[in-house]
């Protein structure tokens, strides 16, 4: 019992140190902890030593449980389902929460406010600090900027025996998604994350009830979701336009944007309205326009396309009401718009093909909205979609270009770490790729590569897969962009723009 009255000890010691939990709450944190473990007993523990780490202490907890058969079953979905629950012994009620953002928020910074709510959903385990930071992080220099490049490694795998359960777990319809408002406090299934500890601050954007959360997989500084309070599918229209400005308005050091509504050129989640932002400047945000374009009756509007391997209109004005009304506009016509000559077709056979993906910011004192035209066709030759990665690129990326990657940022999948270990061994040995099941997708982007290089070593080979990969990724956008960036293309874009015009 010392040791696990240590760990208890340790995990109400974390919640007084990171403000989770006042002091005059402690006991009754303790108290809730002990009764998530089973416990009715417990007595303080002798000594001064420093508490252990958030990590360590919920290992210990974690152990216990599964030593007591608490667990259904020792492995990550399960303990995970069980770690949340404890934390949320330390976590202050919903509305306390959203009491302390919005007087942050009124007395001192919008700033000040996120950077609250940004900690205490770190603090609270919901973001689990010590997953995220295993992601492999890089950047490489490409002639559209500083791109982004991530192998995502904080969601963990699941264990065989979860995976089997959820297959025959009932189907619930609540929460519907993971995006709805329901998921406060639910404390999750083997088919649905445990979020008892996850917190929300309400919202209202264009005169409708949304929700302000944190990704729990962070791909970049202060990831967020936005959400819709009401199960709604996605869907890009003029609304969409004015929500991201009145969030921008808010939180003007935050951009927003939108996933796009149709499926292969939109996100994982198309049931559910949402938006993503943070405070961060991707590559987009930072690439110059090249080409200054003039809107007939908007002439008040800054606009022009972006140097930028997807095709994108940026647009900007003091007035967000007259984006807004630009931005429907471009839309309407890019909706309807067919170009046979450019492969740009706004449907076949009844299924629409043409969207945006949109994306707000505030900069030095102006509103701005980049429009990023997207199309989900599909041929014999492309069935996973014209402006999709193509077939060579997928032994690197072959999932949707979503939002985040449209901005510049690959989340890349897990395998690759593996994978890169491997072919990096068998570049600096000399070895025969296509020999290795595990890598012989990687061989003909290998010897495409090497000639470009001179002897591989183990202290450069590293470097060379890292620009590589991120190369790979710019000709994943490329392959993205409905207007490529040759003469040809960029004719077919001012057609584009002039038909807006027209």
């Known amino acids: 019992m010392k040791n696990i009255n240590m760990a208890v000890r340790d995990l109400v010691r974390y919640g007084l140190s990171t403000g989770l939990t006042e002091p005059e709450d402690a006991v009754y944190a303790r108290n809730r902890i002990l009764a998530v473990l089973g416990l009715d007993e417990y007595e303080e523990p002798d000594g001064t030593e420093p508490a252990a780490g958030l990590e360590d202490t919920l290992r210990a907890l974690l152990d216990f449980a599964a030593c007591q058969g608490l667990l259904e079953h020792d492995s990550v979905v399960y303990r995970d389902l069980f770690d949340t629950k404890l934390m949320d012994c330390l976590m202050p009620r919903p509305s306390e929460i959203v009491k302390k953002f919005w007087t942050i928020y009124e007395k001192e910074t919008p700033e000040k406010a996120t950077d609250y709510f940004y900690k205490l959903s770190q603090d609270s385990d919901y973001i689990r600090r010590y997953r995220v930071c295993k992601d492999i992080k890089w950047v490489t220099q490409t002639e559209y900027g500083d791109l982004d490049i991530t192998i995502n ?6 264990d065989p025996r979860a995976i089997a359960a959820a297959k025959t777990a009932r189907q619930s ?7 709805c408002m329901e998921n406060v406090g639910y404390a999750g299934r083997v088919n649905h994350p445990a979020r008892n500890s996850h917190r929300i601050i309400p919202l209202t954007m264009n005169e409708e009830q949304w929700g302000f959360q944190y990704s729990p997989y962070v791909y970049y500084n202060e990831h967020c979701i936005v959400f819709n309070g009401r199960h709604t599918p996605m869907q890009i229209d003029r609304s969409t336009f004015v929500k991201l400005f009145d969030f921008v308005r808010a939180f003007p050091h935050y951009f927003l944007g939108s996933n796009a509504d149709l499926p292969i050129v939109g996100g994982s989640i198309l049931t559910h309205d949402h938006f993503q932002g943070g405070n961060y400047t991707f590559a987009m945000a930072k690439a110059a326009v090249e080409e200054t374009v003039v809107f007939q009756g908007f002439e008040d509007v800054e606009a022009g396309i972006v140097k930028w391997p997807m095709s994108v209109i940026r647009i900007s004005s003091e007035d967000s009401g007259r984006l807004v009304c630009l931005a429907e506009k471009i839309l309407t016509k890019w909706r309807g718009y067919t170009d046979e000559e450019a492969f740009i077709f706004a449907g076949t056979d009844g299924e629409p093909h043409n ?10 004192g102006r509103f701005e909205l980049d429009l990023v035209l997207r199309n989900n066709i599909t041929t014999e030759e492309h069935p996973l979609g014209v402006y ?3 077939q060579k690129l997928h032994h690197i990326k072959k999932e949707n270009i979503g939002l985040i990657e449209v901005m510049g940022l690959a989340v890349l999948p897990a395998r690759l770490k593996d994978e890169l270990s491997i072919l990096a061994d068998y570049m600096v040995e000399g ?5 290795a099941e595990a890598i012989e997708k990687h061989a003909d982007w290998t010897e495409a590569f090497l000639p470009r290089y001179g002897t591989v070593t183990r202290e450069n080979v590293t470097d060379i897969l890292k620009a590589e990969v991120g ?16 003469e040809e293309g960029k004719r077919a874009f001012l057609r584009f723009i002039g038909q807006v015009n027209a």
């Open 471 to 486: 190369r790979v990724f710019a000709e994943v956008l490329e392959d993205a962009g409905v207007f490529k960036r040759t």
């Open 355 to 364: 969207t945006i993906t949109p994306i707000a910011r505030k900069r030095n």
């Open 153 to 158: 490694l904080s969601k963990p795998e699941k």
């Open 431 to 435: 070895k025969n790729i296509r020999s």
């Open 388 to 390: 999709h990665p193509h």
């Open 173 to 179: 319809g609540y929460p519907k998604c993971l995006l």
